[in-house]
């Protein structure tokens, strides 16, 4: 099978030829149709989260189509469609896994990090961790709910129930948060590269009320800001948007460096916290919610051999949404 792999960190792609992969016991090979491209596999690519398996196949944001099943495997028929998350094993038995916090298991295995992921033309996943998409979903646009909506719920989900909500960095994630956080009847505020108009447009046209550069403050007080970027001073910044008692959720898996801060803006019991993965039942609720909610995603498609491309894109910021890999 052709996949896209990478070899050492800070090094790009290669194109290669691997043999197919066989499915595992309660495993199901599947035919990958769509793989979206997460901020998470450029942290991956750069070497900011170490210790990938290496020879690596990223990527896990996938949707493909079940076509054999490994021994034991039953939850899925030949032919069915499934989405496959970060979330790749869990152990089931440590403190974590144990109280409903599978996301931070202490011997958790995420796709396309530990486990070969879904830049490829086949792959393979515990069936226990996949999903069944929904049919009013095409594939190239399901893809994106996998982590970008998936971990961005989560991370809405911690903003508990502040109706002024500001966004910073609008991104896959917040282009889709910001729908559902819009049919939960919130008011959306976004915060965008100085100077990016597109992505403010952009923004604009998804429900938000009010957007701007992150440098700027938003016209009245937030009760709560949720952030994308993977930039530390947004931290700060944030916190001094954010009204007394108001949280500060950080989505992503990688910033840069927090710079130091006076404890007047996190005094008045501000609350400061990051997410960490997913968890099934974080998938179970969001998967349902989406069509119900009309959440339609942006992405912008890029053929398997020019993930780099798509990566390079990312990085640079030139995307609206999310880019998505096809065969
Ligand atoms: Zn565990
Ligand atoms: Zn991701």
Redesign the pocket.
Known sequence: MHAQLLTAAGRPLVAAELPAPRPGPQQVLIEVRACAVCRTDLHVVDGELTDPKLPLVPGHEIIGTVVEKGEGAGRFAIGDRVGVPWLGW?????E??RSGR?NL????RFTGYQIDGGYAELTVADERYCFAIDRRYGDVEAAPLMCAGLIGYRTLRMAGDAQCLGIYGFGAAAHIVAQVARHQGRRVFAFTRPGDTGAQDFARSLGAEWAGDSTSSPPEPLDAALIFAPVGSLVPAALAATKKGGTVVCGGIHMSDIPSFPYQILWEERVLRSVANLTRHDAEEFLALAPEAGIRTETVTYPLDRANAALGDLRSGALQGAAVLVR
Not at 90 to 94: F, I, L, P, Q, Y
Not at 105 to 108: E, F, M, N
């Open positions: 869990t152990c089931g038995v440590c974590f896994c599978e298991c202490d011997r958790a």
